[in-house]
């Protein structure tokens, strides 16, 4: 089956619906391309069945998930044309996506492509994390906003950014409250010469005090500076190891969930070859985009986290401003009407970033936490690589990077393609070389993007 539109996006979350509603306005054929059974992305996620289910949950996760609701509703009223629980497995130079949605594959032709597939938690491989009873996040805050699920037992959130305090104050909201909250960065001293911008975007520090303030007042006790997490247990995780403040703790308990930010979601964007870029602030590659959001492929343009990390409210005007462009691309509208629409959105946007130099500074991953010390430190979870046969492999062969890697060790070659260990896989090759991760390099990333059988290809080309 091929379906022809102008503009096709993949991810239903802040940007692409923004972009979505805005495009279909200016009277673009739009499609959005998305693998939840809703939209709202991750920071929206079952926005529209918690309301009308669940709608006391609307209180617990707080009214920035609930501010999703309007985005939602004004997309869904927009006329774009909205596939849910599908996956877009490739994108070719002539533009074409192709997906599988049901066990069936398709080819949507389009003029233009905007990718809008958010962020990605950070690899966080410190011993034991891949024990039973250790999951992210970003997975619990899944699991309590799809179906209201809450970690069963003793718990403890360790890591670093700012989801940590959210998912900390969501769970003890919903009624079960971690025993420790344990902070692996300290950087609030470097970040201090960019308090002054912070405080001059909308709102964020007020948030984050009060986050702060919510977990004193339930009496969450917040370890701010920890290091050397290890966790430990036989058939699954029964105990955390730290040290704070000079002295080594231990925590017993059921689940430990783990955060070290987020990055960029990149996989897409780097098998069509966009340019990337190291940001040496987020410890990330982000692709390479001009002030609409166009890489250097033509006719390919990325919005949101998945071009660098800024936030939902930041993802929605970049999501605008790609669809005027995109309208303008395709003369639908002139260039003159583009400008004139986007001078109201720049300016919200650029007030959103004033917030990111400070959070960026803050919350900056510890080396240890993105080149793991210890030399058992399970990698790559799909191949089960551990850290010593890659420091092995860099010391003993010249192994130059990541891709060289893969030969020796299948690192990145597992199910999850590399999202799950390329970073660490990045930073101790350049930690062991002595050189930057730009010098470094990454995967280099081809379709199948996400897993598709051959009788779903063949099946699609005997139908076109």
Not at 43 to 55: F, G, H, L, T
Not at 65 to 82: D, P, Q, T
Not at 101 to 115: E, Y
Request: glycine residues 10%; charged residues 20%.
């Amino acid at each position: 089956m091929s379906t022809a539109f102008d503009l096709a996006i993949i991810g239903a979350g802040p940007a692409g619906l923004a972009a979505a509603t805005a495009a279909a306005g200016l009277g673009m054929r739009t499609a959005v391309i998305d693998e939840q059974t809703e939209p709202g992305g991750q920071i929206y996620r079952s926005i529209e069945s918690v309301n009308a289910r669940r709608p006391s949950q609307l209180k617990v996760l707080g009214s920035d998930y609930a501010a999703g609701l309007e985005l939602v509703e004004k997309f869904r009223a927009s006329g774009a044309e909205y596939m849910p629980l599908t996956t877009a497995w490739q994108i070719d130079g002539q533009r074409n996506v192709y997906t599988r949605s049901q066990g069936r594959a398709a080819r949507i032709a389009a003029k233009r492509i905007l990718i809008a597939t958010g962020a990605m938690e950070r690899p966080m491989p410190v011993p034991g994390w891949t024990l039973p009873g250790v999951m992210t996040c970003g997975a619990a805050q899944t699991l309590l906003k799809s179906t209201g699920a809450v970690p069963d037992g003793r718990f403890v959130i360790a890591g670093n950014g700012p989801l940590l305090l959210l998912v900390a104050v969501q769970l003890a909201r919903a009624g079960v409250k971690p025993a420790a909250v344990i902070e692996t960065g300290s950087n609030f001293i470097p970040a201090l010469r960019h308090l002054p911008a912070f405080l001059m975007a909308p709102g964020y520090l007020g948030k984050g005090l009060s986050l702060v303030g919510e977990l004193r007042d339930a009496g969450v006790k917040v370890c701010s500076g920890a290091h050397n997490l290890e966790i430990r247990g036989d058939d699954r995780a029964h105990e955390i190891h730290y040290e704070w403040r000079g002295q080594k703790r231990r925590e017993q308990i059921d689940v430990v969930l783990l955060h070290q930010g987020i990055v960029p979601n990149m996989n897409l964007a780097l098998s069509l070859r966009c340019d990337h870029q190291w940001d040496n602030v987020q410890r990330s590659f982000r692709p390479t985009l001009d002030e609409w959001g166009n890489t250097s492929v033509d006719g390919v343009q990325i919005a949101g986290d998945n071009g660098g990390i800024a936030g939902a409210q930041a993802a929605e005007f970049s999501g605008h401003l790609a669809a005027l462009s995109a309208a303008c691309s395709t003369q639908t509208i002139t260039a003159e009407e583009r400008d004139r629409q986007a001078a109201g959105l720049r300016t919200k946007l650029n007030r959103h970033l004033r917030a990111r130099p400070f959070l960026d500074a803050l919350y900056r991953p510890a080396q240890e936490m993105i080149a793991p010390r210890s030399p058992e430190t399970i990698v790559c979870r799909c191949e089960e690589v551990r850290a010593s046969e890659i420091r092995r492999i860099v010391t003993e062969q010249d192994c130059p990077g990541p891709n060289q890697m893969k030969s020796f060790t299948r690192c990145g070659m597992g199910p999850c393609q590399g999202r799950l260990c390329g970073l660490t896989v990045v930073e101790l090759i350049a930690e062991c070389r002595g050189i930057t991760p730009a010098e470094v390099g990454y995967y280099r990333i081809r379709s199948p993007i996400k897993p598709i059988t051959l009788g779903e290809i063949a099946a699609m080309e005997s139908d076109n």
